[in-house]
């Protein structure tokens, strides 16, 4: 006959086991939620802007040089370039009639070299208004009535082709709001336009630039060297995926439903060129031998491995972030010129061995958040030091990051868009002004002779010059 007492230890013991299991997967929630508490944007792909004021507080000041502040002996002075003669509108000459010191007269004195100075000046602003009387007229015979056509070159609404390419200026590359882009156009210019008019005069500018947007788009395309990325957009309070586009020549933006792998491959349509993106595995059907994994990216994930409180983990962050920072420097030897190439691809070479080794390591850890990690980068082997082999390609994605910032900005200020019209609106003129100013070209110009093609059914003027 089984004793009571065995019976009661024996239940009493699957109970202690039932409990430790919870008490196991409380600890492990308790540091998973510890470890999102401790995240910030030195550990992980969180903004900077995100960080808490203690954690701005935390972040490592970078060592001073020891320097005082402003131009440094043998710097080389930035003066301003006087306007060209022909452009100077009004000269004035004087003369100075007595010594500034002892008052004596200067008529018959040593005639020096002047000493010029040009004064700016903005002339009072009289914006042209065109009055068309269109004549009507109805027919005797079928009683329709027949309006006169405007001439050519002026288009449906309220704006002209300059007034149009200015408020592309202050709504698409310098992010005013419309409320306040309606108020500086009626106190600067003595424009009265409405809320409404103003968002049709975006769709019409959206209109105009959709051949240049288009042209960036296979110049980006083409490149043999591109940066991916994506952030979040929103359309009428509702999810939308933000798409950046990046070469040397062209920036193009591009606004989906979602950030999923069947929307980049009809973003960026050809698999051409080496791609330079994270690790999302919306890219994978990118081949891996024609990618390069953003370096910074993975650095942030060494720098929450040392943060952690697994010795094994912390020492294997160190280890990794030692070998990181290792060939990171040769790379910016070499791209300084104080470094070459060959030496850059033989310490390649030497750490590499030592890399995939620590991260073999991390796996077999078997650490949740690390284990994990570690194997998605040891798949992404071939992906992770093409920059230092192949010319035009970097070791992170801070090229698409900082193009993609001002949009980011835009939509803090803007709430994203509340119309297809708007998405398209955003997409273009953000790209035709990233990439205007990739070649030093003037952004409002391009605008006006953009928007006087539209009005004339002419051809888009070419966004990118011919021997970029």
């Known amino acids: 006959m089984e004793d009571p007492r065995d019976a009661r230890i024996a239940q009493l013991e699957a109970i202690v086991a039932e409990q430790q299991k919870t008490i196991e997967k409380l600890l492990a929630r308790i540091a998973d939620l510890e470890a999102r508490l401790n995240q910030s944007s030195r550990n992980s792909s969180k903004p900077p802007s995100s960080d808490s004021p203690a954690q701005r507080q935390a972040r490592p000041d970078k060592p001073g040089s020891g320097r005082k502040r402003g131009g440094q002996p043998g710097h080389r002075g930035h003066e301003r370039t006087l306007v060209p003669p022909e452009r100077v509108d009004r000269r004035i000459a004087r003369e100075p009639t007595r010594c500034r010191r002892c008052n004596e007269d200067l008529c018959n004195a040593e005639r020096l070299e002047p000493l010029i100075r040009q004064v700016a000046e903005i002339p009072a602003v009289l914006v042209h208004v065109t009055e068309l009387a ?279 200020q803007s709430f994203g868009t509340q119309s297809e019209r708007g998405d398209r609106y955003a997409e273009r003129v953000m790209t035709v002004v990233h990439t205007l100013r990739k070649h030093d070209r003037n952004v409002f110009s391009f605008l006006v002779d953009a928007c006087a093609a539209f009005v004339l059914g002419n051809p888009a003027p070419s966004l990118i010059p011919a021997d970029a």
């Open 134 to 412: 269109l004549g009507r007229r109805r027919c005797h015979r079928c009683s329709t009535v027949t309006c006169a056509q405007p001439p050519p070159g002026v288009g449906p609404g309220m704006c002209g082709p300059r007034l149009m390419a200015l408020v592309g200026l202050l709504t698409g590359a310098y992010h005013l709001s419309r409320r306040s882009t309606v108020a500086l156009l009626r106190d600067v210019l003595g424009v009265d336009i409405s809320l409404g008019c103003l968002s049709q005069t975006e769709g019409k500018i959206a209109n105009a630039l959709a051949v240049p947007h288009k042209e960036a788009l296979g110049h980006a395309r083409a490149a043999g060297a591109k940066n991916l990325d994506a952030t979040t957009w929103a359309r009428s309070g509702q999810y939308r995926a933000l798409w950046v586009l990046a070469c040397s020549a062209a920036t193009v933006f591009s606004i989906s439903a979602d950030a999923t792998a069947s929307a980049v491959r009809r973003f960026v349509r050809f698999t051409r060129g080496v791609l330079m993106s994270d690790r999302g595995s919306q890219f994978g059907f990118w081949a891996m031998n024609k990618r390069q994994i953003c370096w910074a990216h993975l650095i942030r994930k060494f720098v929450a491995f040392t943060e952690s409180n697994d010795a094994r983990v912390k020492l294997l962050g160190e280890n990794l972030l030692v070998l990181a920072r290792a060939h990171l420097s040769a790379w910016h030897d070499a791209r300084d010129g104080t470094g070459s190439r060959a030496d850059l691809q033989r310490l390649v070479h030497s750490l590499e061995h030592y890399f995939i080794a620590h991260l073999e390591r991390g796996m077999a850890l078997q650490v949740r958040g690390v284990s994990g990690v570690c194997q998605n980068i040891l798949d992404h082997r071939e992906a992770l030091f093409t920059y230092a082999f192949v010319d035009g390609v970097e070791p992170t994605n801070n090229h698409a990051e900082r193009e993609i910032r001002g949009f980011v900005l835009w939509r803090k």
